[in-house]
């Protein structure tokens, strides 16, 4: 868990294939739980590290605005910083975010 979202692993013939946050803030839903995975393609230089920043910053974004910001954000690729890794915010700086 971090700061009320969980994150785990999504695997594909057992190997690592990206991530998928969860996000428990009750404010959005009581039924329905936000969530958002993001896949790692094998000749994407992505990295584990970035995708999990990017989620993070989805998460981040959708406690600040709301349950429509993480229904949005879902149906997209990723937007503002998320989708430019040089603006995503640093892990330290998701975490004083938080």
Known sequence: MWHGFQFTHVRKAGAFHGWEATCYNS????TKLCRRTLTLKPDEPLSKEVALRRLRWWCLAGRAEGFNTHERYKK??????ANDETKLPSPADLDNQA
């Open 27 to 30: 404010d959005h839903s009581e």
């Open 76 to 81: 997209v690729p990723c937007k503002g910083p």
